[in-house]
């Protein structure tokens, strides 16, 4: 659509930026309803990012999406933080307003999201995650906030570890993450195995309690292996894309006044060409 002298502004920051699928989202979202706007993709290196920030502030966007690198970074330049933020440790979503820079962090409630739109409820039994990083603690504390019993399991034990006696969870060496897999209901793959162009995760689901929900926070490829021996395994699947698009809707909203819906539609536009 044509844009006025009154278009809202936003867009995703990161480095690099080019393989976001933010873009598309927002861009679906902004065309079914109409709006005078534009969400655009904008590389900016880790150095520059705080003057940038200030800068698209004083430009008149409305806010931004922050992804890999900047989600540390963007905690520092915010001058209100949310409390889901400040757990996590980081920002993904900047709203600029007249009194400064807000900042949340949305893929706690996204991942929830996601798992309810998949029937798997949050709350059903103790859950695994794999990881140590950003979203591991998002995920993390929003599972816990859920009711969920959460235990940590990462490559690297003293993240683990740590990560562990911020929120109080329990935590078990890489090496036991098929053994423990009975005792939970839930697994998430917080990391970047599996990913495009990554190592594969090595995890035998063998062990996994019947009925148990696998989790992948990667969304390339739609399917991971991960994924893949779930569903083969009769177990539920819960690909990493959906909480991508349930994690995108505050932003949305608080930039451009609409609160989207997530359907099938969307979905499908947002993965047209990591389909088939």
């Known amino acids: 659509m ?4 009154h278009a809202r502004l936003a867009g995703v920051i990161g480095y690099p930026v080019a393989h976001s699928r933010s873009p598309r989202l927002h861009g679906t979202w902004l065309e079914r309803h109409g709006i005078d706007g534009a969400y655009l993709p904008l590389a900016i290196a880790p150095d520059d990012f705080a003057a940038c920030v200030a800068a698209l502030a004083k430009m008149g966007f409305a806010g931004a999406n922050v992804t890999i690198p900047h989600k540390e970074a963007a905690f520092a330049v915010c001058d209100r933080v949310a409390d889901s933020a400040r757990r996590a440790g980081a920002v993904n979503t900047l709203v600029f307003t007249p009194t400064g820079i807000e900042g949340a962090n949305t893929d706690g409630s996204g991942f929830l999201a996601n798992l309810r739109a998949h ?42 570890a740590a990560l562990a006696r911020d929120f109080g969870l329990a935590h078990i060496p890489w090496e036991a993450r098929a053994d423990a897999l009975a005792d939970h209901a839930l697994v998430v793959n917080t990391t970047s195995l599996g990913m495009a162009g990554h190592q ?25 292996g991960l994924l893949a021996e779930a569903r083969a395994r009769g177990l539920v699947a819960v690909e990493g894309l959906g909480m991508l698009l349930h994690q995108a809707v505050p932003g949305f909203a608080a930039w451009f006044g609409v609160t989207p819906a997530v359907d099938d539609a969307l979905y499908r536009a947002v993965a047209a060409d990591l389909m088939g």
């Open 2 to 5: 044509i844009l006025s002298g």
């Open 119 to 160: 029937g798997v409820d949050p709350a059903a039994g103790p859950a695994l995650v794999l990881g140590a990083g950003g979203a591991a603690r998002a995920i993390a504390t929003a599972l816990q906030d859920a009711g969920a019993q959460v235990t940590l399991c990462n490559r690297s034990p003293a993240r683990a």
């Open 200 to 224: 594969s995760l090595e995890l035998d689901l063998a062990r996994a309690a019947p009925g148990m929900a696998v989790a992948d926070i990667v969304y390339v490829p739609l399917e991971t």
